[in-house]
């Protein structure tokens, strides 16, 4: 099931994302189309590519990077229900995989939409725990406000 969702759930997921960025608080450093430079240079190395810079990222590239990188480990890997899928995905993609992950597995155990609202939950209050939250908060919380809306429709 989950396998079949991802250009559902990575559409939504990508409009958070938006294109080039370098911003001096942002600890991920350059990122294009969502995907961090250091990110995409290992994804080159394994696929015995040369390394060149991630403004150089095509969409194929990119897609391939987060079907590989962060669906398939979370969402298809567990063949999530539909708007679990989405809500563990983006946290993965935002937050890394494994912070998605343990989300999930500390929110499991009621209906699809009650565990949507509290992975949602988990990773609003771990980002406003962080330092940058007063320069990336307004965005991250639209975000996560945006998931856990479509998340709960989905469920």
């Known amino acids: 099931m989950a396998k079949d969702r991802f250009e559902i759930c990575h559409a939504i997921t990508a409009k958070w994302e938006g294109g080039w960025s370098n911003h001096a608080a942002d600890p991920g450093g350059k ?5 961090t430079e250091r990110v995409y ?3 080159l190395r394994g696929q015995g590519k040369a390394i060149k810079p991630v403004r150089n990222i095509t969409m194929a590239e990119a897609l391939a990077i987060y079907r590989a990188e962060y ?14 899928d989405l809500a563990t995905y983006d ?10 992950l343990r ?11 009650e565990t949507v609202k509290k992975i949602c939950a988990a ?5 406003r725990g962080l330092a940058i939250f007063q320069t990336f908060g307004r965005g991250w919380t639209n975000r996560v406000t945006d998931i ?7 469920a």
Do not use: C, I
């Not at 989300?103 to 939409?113: A, I, R």
């Open 148 to 154: 856990e809306a479509r998340g709960v429709k989905m």
């Open 31 to 35: 990122t294009m189309y969502g995907v």
């Open 41 to 43: 240079h290992a994804w």
């Open 71 to 84: 669906w398939a480990p979370t969402a298809e890997r567990y063949n999530l229900r539909p708007g679990v």
């Open 123 to 127: 990773r609003l209050s771990f980002k």
């Open 103 to 113: 989300w999930l597995m500390q929110s499991v155990g009621g209906p699809d939409h």
């Open 91 to 100: 946290a993965g993609v935002n937050s890394g995989v494994s912070r998605g």
